[in-house]
């Protein structure tokens, strides 16, 4: 393996892929199982010393549910742990391990050393999730090139697939990404004559995605056995995971059938239930209307209209569901695009912007057909981002939809007290006026203030935003012009001291 | 610390941006100025572009300097100029404070003020912090949406360049009797866009529409109001100089002409003054290292526009217009204004001491007014012949002003030498008019 290769990786909830653009294509690498899809499940093993990950994984999840982790994505860039017997695991370990197995299957597909890489992320992704990630690509041993969001990523390989860039086309696109565990609503400009696309407004939800659909049936499941005399499986993780394998067969065969059967032995019970498309469909429509007000909240802040969407792309496995496409179809007027492989097609966007930022080191700037001009990605801040103030308010620096790189600068904070020398407040992130709503992302620290009087504004901050998505902070003495020395600490940030310990306690894949 | 917008204030450091924006600095072989401190310029659009050509200009100006198109140790705050003007020219409602604070301030000052007014957190409307920091009223404001419903002043990119030959030159460039051609100048050089002229305009007069365009810059005024219209130009940093014009009112033409503190060729601004209206024609204004020329309509010049140059390093030589100048079809009456408001010819004598007598009959008018209205009192008076004479000689005084008062005076305003003549004639014809029609019958 002499050379390398940059891939592009979309880390699902529930399901993950990897990419590489080969010779005038994008190509999905499938994994040693055959497969183009690899679920995002764990398994460590009693010593803990080693991890199994991917299929194998999710067929121990009912054996061995304790020592199972699924999910894990929902918790990326919370101060959370996972325990798996006697060991704890930050969310980012267990998901550099999927990390790890996508990558050493791609090496050994395609006879290369993989070493840097485009991470997918949900578009409403927050700082500390972002941050996150990147720390289990580099856990992982990745040069993680980029975090894309994944609607821009659909949108990249959409044109791509079209063959529509370089093409005089523009369209606003529509993208409904409904993954294992988020819900994005994103409207992109994507123009195929500059090769320029634009992600206008963004809003999503982190808490809503197929995962939800498959526990509305799983709550159904578990009606039906206690129904047929059988103990309350959420009592027993064993139970437990077999009832949310059902219902992830049953959502997965409601997709294409009127109604499917339950039968067999649940819980040590015998079961037998038909759930039918319109009664899945009714338990679940408001994770359905929870799509539609945060799309609602897009347009309402968006200068298009609904009427001006040219085409809505549907992306992330969930959007199979007839009920989803049907109330897109409603809700835009619109029959949906379907061509878009919805499993695929995140990874392969990713795959195209690694290429990309590759060619951009290394000079090769023509080896994407269709893309010879180089092509441009324009993403938003978004959510929020601002600083605490003493009487617990936020004050929003970088609004949401704001371009990044972006560079904004306030003048208008003064210290609390008369000749005050220094001053910590917190880094926050979300729309709400009041902080204690928000999340925090870490702390800034002004030090060396020249002594003033507090009844003016003489601070000016400045937060700055890369586009390898790093924040920035700094700060001004507005009255002498000179900077003050300023520190931020991020909420979750790993260094490279942290990355190694990482690296060297995990399980062996 | 990143420098803020306001760094384009004059007391920038002009080395560090130049030395940016040339050489193989990205985008420096398209229009667009992301060093420039007019967001317009920035972008290269008109300043009442349609929010469409804004958009699809602002998406080919973050093409070209967008991170991901250069090499890693590119500098990321050249494109968060770009998206920063994007922003607030695609919005609307930022799009119109940001246009108040230079249609008041000017391009460059303008542009620092609305920065620093947002960094502030816009604690007051735009109009209130214009109207605090003029002192006064501000300008009267035409919002966006007006502006947009007039047609894009059309643009003229990279016209073929003819070099005009000498003869053409002689013939067709009224600059070539202005005074104010320096005679120092060699610089000949066919590649400066400066040259470039465009022009559109419809004819009215000095009071109505004049749009005068410099191509690759942004256009150079847009009428506002009747009376009051917003001159901004930006030159390239690097290639030329950084230069912005603005103000204007009716009576007084202010140009401030500055580098916006981009290049070392202005350390301080130039600040060319007219106390009164300009004529039509050619005006032109040097400086030790820029040159600059604009031609202004006159009535009925709609259909052919004057040019409007720009010259760096020096201008034509003696009774010659500079080689790289373009010679277009001047304006009809260039013939007699082709200077400036202060060039002498027999045409002009002649003008200028009729618009004196005028200048007297309208000054006069309120007095003119009562003698006439005592006349024909006198008329209903046994006093006929008296009050004949009277109402006849002083309503010719009073019709006679009156008729010219709305006609544009075909030079302009009239400097005090000519009025002063207009007064002696004036004086006398009246006391001749006393003497016979009043004094002489008793």
Redesign the interface.
């Given at each position: 393996m002499n050379n390398t290769k940059p891939v592009g990786i979309d880390l699902g909830t529930t399901r993950s892929a990897i990419a590489h653009y080969a010779v005038d294509d994008v190509e999905v690498l499938f994994n040693s199982e055959g497969e183009p899809v690899t679920p995002s499940v764990v398994t460590i093993d009693e010593d803990d010393d080693d991890a199994t990950a991917g299929q194998a994984a999710l067929n121990q999840a009912v054996l061995n549910p304790d020592r199972t982790i699924q999910e894990v994505k929902r918790k990326m860039g919370e101060d959370v742990e996972v325990t798996v017997g006697g060991e704890s695991y930050k969310p980012e370990e267990i998901s550099a391990l999927i990390l790890q197995k996508l990558v050493e299957d791609a090496k050994e597909k395609i006879n290369t050393d993989i070493n840097e890489a485009v991470i997918t992320v949900p578009a409403y992704f927050g700082e500390n999730q972002r941050t996150a990630t990147e720390n289990a690509g580099e856990i992982a041993g990745l040069d993680v090139k980029r975090l894309l969001p994944e609607p821009s990523a659909a949108c990249l390989a959409y044109g791509f697939q079209k063959g529509k860039l370089d093409e005089d086309v523009s369209e606003n696109i529509f993208v409904y990404d409904l993954g294992g565990g988020t819900f994005d609503a994103s409207l992109v400009d994507v123009d195929y004559e500059l090769n320029h696309v634009e992600t206008l407004n963004t809003d999503g939800l982190n808490n809503v995605g197929g995962a939800d659909w498959t526990s509305v049936i799983g709550g159904w499941i578990t009606e039906q056995v206690i129904d047929a005399g059988g103990a309350d499986p959420n009592g027993n993780p064993q139970v437990q995971s077999q009832v949310m394998q059902k219902a992830r067969e049953i959502k997965h065969m409601l997709s294409s059938k009127e109604s499917a059967q339950l039968a067999g032995i649940v819980g040590g019970v015998g079961v037998d239930a038909e759930l039918t498309r319109d009664q899945f469909e009714e338990m679940s429509a408001y994770l359905l209307e929870e799509t539609f007000e945060t799309t609602d909240q897009l347009f309402d802040r968006a200068d298009l209209d609904v009427d001006d969407v040219d085409k809505v792309l549907l992306v992330g496995g969930s959007t199979r569901m007839p009920q989803v496409r049907n109330g897109v179809e409603e809700y835009f007027g619109m029959e949906p695009s379907v061509e878009l492989n919805p499993d695929r097609a995140v990874a392969q966007g990713a795959a195209i912007q690694a290429e990309l930022l590759s060619d951009r080191a290394t000079g090769v700037t023509d080896e994407i057909v269709g893309i010879d001009d180089g092509l441009v990605l324009v993403d938003v801040v978004p959510r929020s981002l601002g600083v605490r103030l003493h009487d617990g308010r936020t004050s929003h620096i970088i609004e949401s939809d704001d371009e990044i790189p972006t560079v904004v600068r306030r003048e208008d904070f003064r210290t609390v007290e008369d000749n005050q020398t220094a001053v910590e407040f917190p880094i926050l992130e979300g729309e709400s006026e009041d902080a204690d709503d928000n999340d925090k992302i870490g702390d800034i620290r002004l030090d060396d203030i020249p002594p003033r009087s507090s009844n003016e504004d003489s601070l000016a901050i400045e937060f700055e935003l890369t586009s390898d998505g790093t924040l920035q902070i700094e700060a001004e003495d507005l009255k002498s012009g000179e900077a003050v020395n300023a520190t931020f600490e991020s909420a979750i940030s790993r260094d490279e001291e942290e990355i190694s310990k990482s690296q060297a306690e995990l399980p062996d894949m | 610390?990143?420098p803020?917008?306001s760094g384009d204030n004059n007391t920038e450091s002009p080395t560090s941006d130049s030395s940016s924006q040339s050489g193989s600095t990205p985008g420096a072989d398209t229009p667009f100025a992301p060093l420039a401190a007019g967001y317009h310029t920035r972008l290269d659009v008109p300043i009442n572009a349609p929010k469409k050509v804004v958009r699809k200009e602002g998406?080919?100006a973050?093409?070209t300097f967008?991170?991901?198109?250069?090499?890693?140790d590119f500098d990321?705050?050249i494109?968060?100029r770009i998206?920063t003007a994007?922003?607030t020219l695609?919005?609307s409602g930022e799009r119109d404070d940001y246009q108040l604070f230079c249609l008041n301030f000017g391009v460059v000052d303008g542009t620092e003020k609305y920065e620093?007014w947002k960094?502030?957190?816009k604690?007051q409307s735009a109009s209130e912090v214009v109207t605090r920091e003029l002192k006064g009223t501000p300008h009267e404001y035409i919002p966006l949406s007006e502006l947009e419903s007039h047609t894009p002043i059309p643009r003229e990119r990279d016209p073929p360049q003819q070099e005009p030959s000498e003869s053409d030159a002689d013939t067709n460039t009224p600059e070539t009797t202005d005074r104010d051609v320096s005679e120092d100048s060699t610089d000949s050089n066919g590649d400066d866009p400066l040259e470039q002229t465009t022009h559109t305009g419809s004819g009215a007069g000095l009071t109505d529409q004049m749009d005068i365009i410099l191509s690759e810059y942004t256009p150079t005024i847009v009428r506002y109001s009747d009376d009051r219209r917003e001159i901004g130009l930006e030159m390239l940093p690097g290639k030329y100089n950084v230069l912005s014009i603005s103000g204007w009112a009716q009576h007084d033409l202010h140009f401030n002409i500055s580098d916006g503190g981009l290049t070392n060729e202005f350390d301080e601004p130039v600040d060319v003054t007219w106390d009164d209206l300009p004529s039509p024609g050619h005006h032109r204004f040097k400086t030790d290292d820029m040159e600059l020329v604009i031609d202004l309509l006159g009535e009925g010049d709609a259909d052919v526009g004057p040019n409007t140059h720009h010259d760096r390093g020096g201008s034509s030589t003696g009774a010659t217009a500079p080689k790289h100048q373009e010679t277009t079809t001047p304006p009809k009456d260039s013939a007699d204004t082709s200077a400036s408001g202060l060039q002498i010819s027999p045409m002009n004598i002649l003008l200028k001491t009729v618009a004196g007598v005028v200048w007297v009959g309208v000054a006069l008018s309120p007095f003119l007014t009562t003698l006439a209205s005592a006349g024909w009192v006198a008329l209903l008076l046994p006093l006929k012949r008296t009050g004949f004479w009277i109402s006849t000689l002083f309503t010719t005084y009073l019709i006679l002003p009156l008729g010219f008062v709305g006609l544009p005076h075909p030079t302009g305003n009239v400097p005090l030498p000519f009025v002063l003549v207009g007064v002696i004639i004036s004086a006398g014809l009246s006391f001749s008019t006393i003497r016979k029609g009043l004094l002489g019958r008793r």
């Open positions: - | 610390m990143a803020s917008e998406k080919k973050a093409n967008h991170p991901d198109k250069q090499t890693e990321e705050e494109y968060v998206s994007r922003e695609q919005d620093t960094q502030q957190g604690p």
